[in-house]
């Protein structure tokens, strides 16, 4: 039997800090992927708690109603200390156990340095890194609990907005979310320990300018960016940017259809 094909395995897990990060960077794109029928699970390194309205139950509560949401079949809090998030070898053991567990195809991290926000968001990007290099990792095997060596074939970034470096990413792309942008929006509203109705609402309204301009980008009503550690690979070109155009008619309407961006 295959990695692939093997019964815990998963085609994407995604993995972030805090309950409540994925859902705000890819949330449309992991309701998309499940969508389209691919087993996709939500590793939360902590439980990002304390706060100041929060606490473990009503934190836990709130990321399994977003879950549900999203239609996420797996969601996983590997417990790490929050505020406190660091990436050290103890840690990546248990993310890599995790990797190696579920042999996933695509791993997608958030990434990025955000000094007006927490520094788990740093140290979160360099610890998935970290562990997905541990995974793979031979004649260690009692340090992942007796799990083999698994190789993660793929790492995609999650960027956060307006992170404190304007990166040259290797490669980027755009997922549109059109589709499911009011299910990832219900998804991030169950987080009402962290946004109240007012701070809700600037919030969402924060999400859908970042989320329109990035998608207006392809011609998208909604997008989430993504970003790669290596530059992006085909051995077809047509399918590689004819598969990523805007799905919009070739016979083109005077006044309609028009896209002014070029």
Known sequence: MSDSAKPDSYDVLAVAPHPDDLEILCGGTLAKLVKQGYKVGIIDLTSGEPTPRGSLEIRAREAEKAREILN??????LDL??????DEPANRFKLATLFRRYRPQIV?????????ASPDHHQGHLLI?????????????DQFEGTAPYRVPHLVYAPFPFEAEQRSWQGTFIIDISDTFEQKMQAI?????????????KVAHFIRCVN??????????????????TSVGST???????????????????GKDHLPMG
């Open 236 to 254: 077809d070109l047509f399918t590689l940017v004819n598969g990523s155009k805007s799905l919009l008619s070739a016979n083109i309407q005077p």
């Open 189 to 201: 509203q169950t987080y009402e320990s962290q946004f109240d109705l007012g701070r809700f609402e």
């Open 108 to 116: 997608i991290g958030s990434a990025g340095r955000t000094p007006a």
């Open 72 to 77: 996420v079949p797996m969601r996983i809090n």
């Open 81 to 86: 200390p929050n505020r406190i998030l660091m």
């Open 129 to 141: 890194e970290a562990a997905r290099f541990y995974s793979q990792l031979t004649k260690w095997d």
């Open 212 to 229: 329109g301009a990035t998608g207006a980008r392809c011609g998208y009503m909604y997008g989430e960016q993504f970003a790669l550690p």
